[in-house]
């Protein structure tokens, strides 16, 4: 499984960004998905998740209710949309594969990961 994310930038405070992440698989629909990220000094930390249906969606605390997972599997594709973002979104994104139909609330959980893309937020 090979995965490869993308959109990361620089953005100002209150602004948005959106994530993609496309996975070189066959069986795209097989897998849960998710993103994570890691600020400069700090472990790398569980974002968002979603099942291989795209049916449920988990997300952390810090970003609940301003960030959106979603997936299109015809695409093998899935996408993070971050909306009124904060400073202290900044950090590496990364997204990452579970060969598995519930997704992972822990980045232990994750089988695969790609390389990640710089979000920057601006204050």
């Known amino acids: 499984v090979q995965l490869q994310a993308s959109g990361g930038g620089l953005v100002q405070a209150g602004g948005s960004l959106r994530l993609s992440c496309a996975a070189s698989?066959?069986?795209?629909?097989?897998?849960?998905m998710g993103w994570a990220r890691q600020a400069p000094g700090k472990e790398r930390e569980f974002v968002a998740a979603i099942s291989w249906s795209g049916g449920s969606t988990y997300y952390a605390d810090s970003v609940k209710g301003r960030f959106t997972i979603s997936r299109d599997n015809a695409k093998n594709t899935v996408y993070l949309q971050m909306n009124s973002m904060k400073p202290e979104d900044t950090a590496v994104y990364y997204c990452a594969a579970n060969p598995r139909p519930v997704a992972g609330v822990s980045v232990t959980q994750y089988n695969y990961w790609g390389k990640g893309t710089l979000v920057t937020v601006s204050s």
């Open positions: 698989v066959r069986t795209f629909s097989s897998y849960a």
